[in-house]
């Protein structure tokens, strides 16, 4: 018996350290059985009384549920995100009553979905890839005074359940799915650090999705010509039938070398993409390829133009593609015959002994979309995260998360700002501008696709708008100008002007925000949905004719400075169990 014990305690202790080592990475969890976790309170939580966020993917073929719920131990301040209908409900209590966001979109069709929650003060808003490239947004904004939600580390934090079905006893009410990438006020939140479970629950590994940047984030992976990058196993297979896809966008004016490098450990077989003469062609050295035939005419890419190189695999036929135009297919001496536990490392940029000079843009293997970091790499040497580029082209990126802060500037009496702005989502900040007391604030923003200027002084708001919408995914020019007490908004050519009170100035020096602004900013206006987050670009700020240099940040969290390319792509998902 004796014995049996000491089995049994080693077994959870190994069970223990299994735990621990998953809840330092991103995995998943699959939950069926109506199960929950219950998880602690994060401090982030605690500390985001004015504004919380929270983004989560979810897998499901349930049309109910609760997916996750955040409550105060001793009142009723909560917030809570459930299915109804197959449609995830926002519903949230701040101490006068609870009110609930709708959406429409059907997430109950077993595929991947992106939810980002946000609720600022008295406003709630949500947004959900609704698949074919589109995301939706909804809002509702709660009656009453208050607008802080008060959590404590005593609170509940359940994930498949409310406080109320914890017990397991209302079942309808449980999540029954998939669901991995839980952020809260951007941080991560260990779904396998629970304090209790209840039900089956099973990890998946995080999913991989294409994100809406159709470039890597950072402007690309530099290369030197003298190094490489090797990334560790990915999970990437060889299907069944023996296909297999890569894709390569990049920019060179090397002749040779390597790019690329798919390579199975345990077989020692690689499929590799280089560089000869100018041209993309497949080489060995493990894996002997003979050209059936070639058309090098539109296939020279040594100019540095931005190019898109595909290599595809069928069986023993292969193909590469420039900007999708064929230019050479092969015939293997054997097709990829790897089985799905092998593991296949991939090299960037070159190997030991050949290299190539440049910028590659995105990579993608058989739609999975690598991100390049270094902190991803198991060898990263003759590589830079970003490549330089005079200041004047770059500008600030911001992933719906972050802001970066600078210097306060005091707007007196006539002013001016422009700046240049690109996004798909309706709502986000711009710019934002206040003291240390929030009792007077300039802020320039996105609302419902529009943009608007909104300026406070001791609760009197004055706001001026123009009807153009900006959230198309195109550069919009925009200014707005104070010339004694009015004020001028103008959007691509387009002008809307508003008066103020009479002589008032707008002592703003606390501090100049651009693209969100951090929760424990003090407000006194009522919170709006303008201040959420910016996900998108802002380019070519000026303040009174002087060009504003983006790199000369006092703090920056969750946004890029390096130009890089905001665009939309089709998603894709890729998962693990």
């Not at 802080?148 to 359940?158: I, P, R, W």
């Not at 079942?171 to 941080?187: L, R, T």
């Not at 103020?500 to 707008?506: A, C, I, S």
Request: glycine letters at 8%; a negative charge.
């Amino acid at each position: 018996m004796r014995e049996l014990e000491t089995k049994m305690e080693k077994i959870k202790a190994k069970m223990q350290a299994t735990r621990d080592v998953v809840a330092t990475v991103q995995v998943g969890m699959k939950m069926t059985d109506y199960s929950y976790l219950k998880l602690p309170m994060p401090l982030v939580a605690e500390q985001s009384s004015r504004y919380t966020s929270l983004s989560f993917m979810i897998k499901t073929e349930e049309s109910t549920g609760t997916i996750l719920y955040l409550g105060a131990s001793e009142s009723t301040d909560m917030m809570q995100l459930r299915l109804r209908s197959g449609q995830i409900q926002l519903k949230f209590d701040i101490g006068e009553g609870s009110t609930t966001v709708d959406t429409d979109v059907q997430v109950n069709d077993n595929n991947w979905h992106t939810v980002r929650v946000s609720r600022n003060g008295k406003f709630g808003y949500i947004s959900i890839d609704s698949g074919n490239d589109q995301v939706k947004s909804f809002s509702g904004t709660m009656t009453g005074s208050l607008d802080l939600l008060e959590l404590d580390s005593a609170g509940y934090f359940f994930v498949g359940c409310s406080r109320e079905s914890a017990n397991r006893t209302n079942k309808p009410d449980m999540f029954k799915g998939a669901i991995s990438h839980v952020y809260i006020s951007n941080k991560p939140v260990s779904l396998w650090g629970y304090k209790e479970s209840g039900g089956h629950i099973s990890p998946i590994q995080a999913v991989v999705q294409l994100n809406q940047f159709s470039e890597a984030p950072r402007n690309g992976l530099c290369m030197k010509g003298w190094g490489y990058a090797r990334f560790p196993c990915n999970g990437i297979s060889v299907t069944a039938d023996r296909t297999l896809k890569v894709d390569i966008k990049l920019q060179t004016y090397d002749r040779d070398g390597l790019l690329f490098s798919l390579y199975n450990v345990n077989t020692t077989q690689s499929l590799d993409l280089s560089l000869v003469n100018g041209v993309p062609q497949i080489t060995g050295p493990q894996a002997t390829y003979t050209p059936a035939s070639a058309d090098n005419g539109d296939s020279y890419i040594s100019t540095f133009a931005q190019v898109k190189v595909s290599v595809e695999v069928d069986g023993t036929d292969a193909s590469v593609s420039v900007n999708d135009e064929v230019i050479a297919q092969y015939s293997l001496t054997s097709s990829l015959d790897w089985d799905e536990e092998d593991c296949k490392q991939i090299y960037v940029g070159g190997h030991e002994t050949s290299s190539v000079s440049g910028v590659i843009k995105s990579l993608h293997v058989d739609g999975l979309l690598f991100s390049l970091d270094q902190v991803n790499a198991d060898v990263f040497k003759g590589m830079a995260p970003t490549c330089l580029t005079s200041k004047s082209l770059d500008g600030l990126t911001a992933f719906g998360s972050g802001y970066a802060r600078y210097p306060g500037v005091d707007f007196e009496q006539n002013f001016r700002v422009d700046v240049r702005i690109r996004t798909f989502q309706p709502y986000g900040v711009i710019f934002f501008a206040s003291d240390a007391l929030g009792f007077n604030t300039l802020s320039l923003s996105v609302d419902d696709g529009q943009v608007e200027f909104v300026a406070m002084s001791n609760y009197a708001k004055t706001p001026v708008r123009t009807g153009q919408d900006v959230s198309d995914g195109n550069f919009h020019e925009v200014s707005v100008s104070r010339e004694g007490d009015r004020i001028t908004l103008n959007v691509d050519g387009f002008t809307a002007s508003t008066m103020l009170r009479e002589n008032v100035v707008y002592s703003t020096s606390h501090g100049f925000w651009l693209a969100g602004i951090p929760h424990t900013l003090p407000q006194l206006l009522d919170v709006v949905p303008q201040l959420l987050p910016f996900e998108g670009s802002i380019r070519l700020l000026a303040i009174n004719g002087e060009a504003i240099d983006l790199h000369d940040f006092v703090e920056a969290d969750q946004v890029t400075f390096a130009g890089t390319s905001f665009r939309r792509s089709t998603k894709e998902y890729y998962t693990i169990e």
